[in-house]
């Protein structure tokens, strides 16, 4: 990756996202942050000094285009990283279809808008695309069925585009994260009704690490999918 390079990321206000976004500017490169409102914006960008920030609500894809016309989209993505993600346990019998709607949403479909939006932009660059997907995008378990759902479907996302934009020179890399410490993975303990203990789990700088030496790979090569386990 060249210096200055100009990355988009979502979910860069907590856990993996933010250790990546942190990683990043730290080593001078060009930020833009999604944020899901305005208010989100301004602390991004006063926690990240520099930033420029995208607004658009990612659960509701729909709406996506029509708040992406009043903003000015970067002119050069190097890299996209989707890092935001909800997950929303229960068991098939019990989950509502509105769950399902905002996991699919949030998961899958934002992802693939906020994707078709910047696609010219990446071919330009010849840049990359990284979906933080999750063991469960690979093995669906009792009670995920809706998070393992959305996240097999950002698989398939992620197959399909690399496929298509090779020609492009578009590389597009999968990250398979275990338990990682992180808000997320504190409501998930919720959930199960678990004592959460974030030292038994993945440090998100351990999973920004990975993300980093995907995108900072020579073009000579290509990391597809990546799982990332929990090492203790």
């Known amino acids: ?4 390079a100009t990355h988009v990321i979502t979910g860069a206000g907590s856990g993996i996202g933010a250790a990546v976004a942190r990683r990043l500017h730290a080593r001078g490169d060009e930020l833009v942050l999604h944020a899901r409102d305005a208010g989100r914006a301004k602390e991004l960008a006063a926690e990240f ?23 000015t989209l970067p002119d050069r993505v190097d890299s996209l ?10 068991q098939v019998g019990e989950l509502t279809p509105k769950s ?6 949030v998961n899958l479909v934002a992802p693939a808008e906020l994707t078709r939006h910047l696609l010219p932009q990446l071919r330009a660059a010849r840049g990359h695309v990284v979906f933080v ?15 393992a759902a959305s996240k097999h479907g950002l698989k398939a996302l992620a197959d399909s585009l690399r ?19 992180s808000p997320m993975q504190a409501k998930v303990h919720q959930q199960e009704g678990k004592d959460y203990h974030p030292d ?27 799982t990332v386990r929990p090492g203790q």
């Open 49 to 71: 000094p520099g930033a420029r920030t995208l607004v658009g609500d990612l659960a509701d894809p729909d709406k996506l285009s029509w708040a992406f016309s009043h903003q």
């Open 81 to 90: 990283l989707h890092i935001a993600g909800v997950v929303d346990l229960g």
């Open 200 to 226: 038994r789990w993945i440090d998100p700088e351990s999973v920004a690490t990975t993300i980093l030496m995907a995108i900072d790979l020579p073009r000579d090569a290509e990391v597809n999918d990546l």
């Open 100 to 105: 399902w709607r905002h996991q699919l949403n």
């Open 163 to 181: 496929a298509e934009e090779h020609a492009h020179g578009v590389r597009v890399t999968s990250v398979y994260p275990g338990r990682t410490a």
């Open 1 to 4: 990756m060249t210096p200055m």
């Open 133 to 147: 997907n999750s063991g469960a995008g690979l093995s669906a378990h009792a009670g995920w069925s809706a998070y």
